[in-house]
């Protein structure tokens, strides 16, 4: 289409995520087509955060250009940097050949990716110890060689972009002859996987090894607060985890609809990566589910309450009302370490927290997988 409708040179830039070389592909199908117009592809990846897209665009770490390694590539990266030049300092634009920023994307979301299962997985271990993963993280994290961001502990991070670029670095590897990098990298899902799991398993084996015909109230879906955007959210994976053991599941999410929530625990893996039209039409009710919005009512006559999301309200609710019209043992499950837990324990609940130290309840009760 760029090649039909083009009358003069062009420099295309690619923003969306893509596989390595795919700026050859561009590059081949636009020469073919190009009845003598000139054609150079940039590559400058995306790395805005969802909920703070804003301030990530007016004050990034680095912006990332990739071009050809010739004269008319070096003029093309030169034009595009003036136009971020308006308001990044000169020192945080990087410019690399092409393949570079390709690739620089795909690592950079793995390295993220790998701290939080790296995090994850000291987790399990804090809690067959009795240290605590927060205190663990922040030793680790002072070492400012390490740094201190991005190594919170929770039930799995979730979200379009981490496991999709993974698996895309993976099959770049396998494509390449590299199978033990390959495995390297999946090992980063692996242990997401597996903290989601545990999670799942610590819930039921908590329970008196079933939930089945209890209410579990799920607090949070979406894959991180501030956005109300649920895919890949570990919340799928726990939710679908507890209706295989029958459970009656409540769910309150500030922004997530009770369609999109019936969608996701209907859809197959990756479906919602499908066009619209290609998706479920009207995906089965999920009838052991409801949704509601508000947090109480959600709570109301459960036998727990599972923080799936770090939703500050969260923090700040009345749980001595909850556990008032809760079902007793109540037990509370914060998969993203945000409440009080001295608090909830005074108030009578018996809590789990991901990496903390267990409370003598769970002791016995240690969580297979
Ligand atoms: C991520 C990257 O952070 C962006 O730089 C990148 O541009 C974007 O993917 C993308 O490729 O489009 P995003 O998916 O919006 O951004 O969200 P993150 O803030 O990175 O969080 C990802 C997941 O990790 C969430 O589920 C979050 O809850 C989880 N997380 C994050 C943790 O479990 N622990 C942490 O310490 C941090």
Redesign the pocket.
Known sequence: MIADVSVSDKIVVEKS?VPVKTAEAIEKILIHNSKGIKFQILSNP???????AIT?LFNPDRVLIGGRETPEGFKAVQTLKEVYANWVPEGQIITTNLWSAELS?LA??AF??Q??SS??AMSALCESTGADVTQVAYAVGTDSRIGP??????????????QK?ILNLVYICQCNGLPEVAEYWKQVIKINDYQKNRFVNRIVSSMFNTVSNKKVAILGFA???D?GDTRE??AIDVCKGLLGDKAQISIYDPQVTVDQIQRDLSMKKFDWDHPLHLQPMSPTTVKQVSVTWDAYEATKDAHAVCVL??WDEFKSLDYQKIFDNMQKPAFIFDG?NVLNVDKLREIGFIVYSIGKPLDAWLKDMPAFV
């Open positions: 995520t995306e790395f805005l955060a969802e909920g703070t990530d994307k950079a979301n993220l990716a701290r939080i995090v994850n961001k991005f190594l919170n502990a929770s039930v799995g991070f979730g979200g379009s972009c981490f670029d894959f991180k607060k956005t959210t570990p999301t770090e993203r």
